[in-house]
């Protein structure tokens, strides 16, 4: 295979080429490559277990990619030489568990690393803070602890959080995933104000919803490969993959049971299929929360 | 017809004597009478007079409250306290080396909490009293304060490393996650965000290791230590065996008690704090 060369556009936020992640025996990334430009809100979809998390958290090396590189703002992340802690400072990323600092305030948690990191001195850093408080409407919630919030106020917070750093781009890991469903709303109006500021935007979420409306570009993942991406009017509203069209079904329909006949039929078509051989979390059970 | 009613009203009263939560109130019943019949006993035989003698004469109760006494009490709380604070940042480094990625770290920590806390502390202090001989020339400033928290100190960090590494382990992994994806190198995520929390976790079973620290300074008498410098138990011991009676020694355990009980509330306190947080 020839050497894979970064494209050196002055656009291109996130570059990931051939990446492979093996958690022991297991191979979770199958080789994934895609670029990221500036200003582009990509939604990574995709059946749990398909990697789309282990993706998101490989492109800040929270995990070690196995094999394959990764460019972020044209600097490799994943050379060796590289200043990891710098290019982390360049990118927010928000969890699904919200991971807020618990012994700290909303508003220490949002000034914590400009200071420490950035060396901003205080005035600046709760100037910074303050207003990402009021972007994501908890403006008036800065002296609380994070025990003190809901889980919505939470996940708002580490939005803010990740953006007093003043990041590049930002990352969201399922951040609705751990909401109650009436609190999913206020984080969701948050990220879309976010994607319309033209702020670089990855995303892995369940909500397809949010996907078709936000997103420019969808990427669906499955067994640990990229299965289709392209506008999300194409790959949520017109699927060309069958394995798109499984999932989608799965998560849109409500009233859709899985007897597990779909699974079998799909299953037996492709019994051939490598990609599919050690994958346990297929075929999954029960809809997926939409 | 109206027998027949009669029995089974009798044989349900029966059934009713017999219920298990009358046999527990009669059970309990009984532990009372018995308890009451001990103390009757002991008012009863026991010589009270006696035992005053042995252990609490009035005048040599008068005599231990002296101000040897203070000094005594001060000297335990100025040890138990510089040997806590001595233990806890060894305890610390230790609990970080025994969690290190680099290995002799980790072999180098586990050999040494394995060692102080296997060996009877006293043997320790005997040791550690016999240092200046085999290390000419070492002198540990602050004598014989100095001298007594390191020794102290060595021994008790091995217990806290032990207790904070828990501290750092029950920190959920996402912290370091969340600090790291901010740009925090590893260090500074360490210091700000996982230790912070982990020593709040740790608080109430460190009050603890306080509280044994307390009554393991009678250990430093072995140390050899000048008149100045006896805490509580070395400075009833000696007034008990100039007078020949155990009073001053009852005493100064006693003391003891001023110092741990209010520690026993506070981490009662914290602990009932901690179930409410959760």
């Known amino acids: 295979m020839t050497e894979t060369i970064p494209s050196g556009l002055r656009d291109d936020e996130i570059q990931i080429y051939d ?70 400072t360049k990118m927010g990323m928000v969890f699904q568990q919200f991971n807020l600092f618990p012994h700290l305030t909303a508003l220490e948690n949002c000034t914590i690393a400009p ?68 609190l999913v709303g206020d984080v969701l109006s948050v990220m879309r104000d976010l994607a319309k500021s033209g702020l670089t935007m990855m995303v892995v979420t369940h909500e397809m919803a949010f996907a078709r409306e936000v997103a ?30 499984i999932f989608l079904r799965r998560v849109l329909d409500p009233t859709h049971v899985n007897t597990g006949a779909e699974d079998e039929a799909y299953l037996q078509r492709h019994a051939a299929d490598d990609v599919r051989e050690d994958d346990e979390d297929w075929p999954v059970k029960g809809p997926e929360r939409i | 017809m109206t027998a027949s009613a009669t029995t089974t009203a009798q044989s349900a009263a029966a059934k009713r004597k017999n219920s298990p939560r009358q046999r527990a109130i009669r059970r309990r019943r009984i532990q009372y009478i018995l308890l009451g019949v001990a103390v009757v006993l002991l008012i009863v035989f026991a010589d009270g007079g006696q035992i005053q003698r042995v252990f609490l004469r009035p005048d040599l109760v008068a005599r231990t409250l002296g101000p040897g006494l203070l000094i005594a009490l001060k000297n335990t709380i ?9 233990g806890l940042a060894m305890g610390t480094v230790l609990a970080l080396m025994r969690l290190s990625s ?53 021994v008790a960090a091995a217990y806290m490393a032990e207790t904070i590494r828990a501290g750092i382990q029950a920190v959920p992994k996402g912290q370091v996650e969340a600090a790291r994806s901010l740009g925090m190198p590893a260090g500074m995520a360490t210091q700000r965000i996982v230790l912070p929390q982990a020593f709040r976790i740790v608080t109430p079973p460190l009050t603890n290791e306080l509280i044994l620290l307390v009554k393991d300074s009678s250990l430093v008498y072995v140390l050899g230590l000048a008149a100045s410098g006896y805490e509580l138990t070395k400075y009833g011991r000696e007034l008990a065996s100039t007078t020949s009676n155990l009073t001053p020694l009852v005493v100064a355990g006693l003391c003891y008690l001023l110092i741990t009980l209010p520690l026993t509330a506070v981490v009662k306190r914290m602990e009932a704090k901690a179930k409410k947080a959760r």
Request: aromatic letters at 8%.
């Open chain 2, 102 to 154: 680099v290995a002799p770290y980790r072999w180098l920590s586990s050999i040494y909490i394995e060692f102080f806390r296997g060996v009877p502390a006293i043997i320790v202090f005997m040791a550690f009293g016999l240092l200046p001989l085999a290390i000419p020339g070492a002198i540990i400033p602050f004598d014989p304060y100095g001298t007594v928290w390191v020794a102290l100190g060595l």
């Open chain 1, 115 to 182: 200071i420490r990191v950035l060396k901003q001195d205080r005035k600046t850093a709760e100037a910074t803070a303050n207003e990402n408080l009021v972007k994501v409407g908890l403006g008036d919630r800065g002296d609380a602890f994070p025990a003190q919030l809901s889980g919505g106020q939470q996940q708002r917070v580490a939005i803010a959080r990740a953006l007093s750093m003043n990041p590049e781009l930002m990352l969201f890991d399922e951040p609705t995933s751990a909401l109650d469903p009436e």
């Open chain 1, 19 to 88: 990446l492979h992640k093996s958690f022991g025996p297991v191979e979770v990334l199958k080789g994934i490559s895609t670029i990221i430009r500036r200003g582009e809100v990509v939604c990574v979809i995709g059946p749990s277990g398909s990697g789309k998390s282990t993706l998101l958290r490989c492109v800040n090396l929270l995990e070690q990619p196995t094999k394959g590189r990764v460019f972020i703002l044209n600097e490799e992340i994943t050379d060796p030489d590289a200043d990891v802690d710098e290019l982390r």
């Open chain 1, 216 to 245: 420019d570009r969808v990427i669906f993942m499955d067994g640990g490969v990229i299965v289709e991406e392209g506008p999300p009017d194409s790959v949520i509203g017109n699927p060309q993959q069958e394995r798109t069209r």
């Open chain 2, 78 to 86: 100025v040890y138990t306290i510089g040997a806590f604070i001595f």
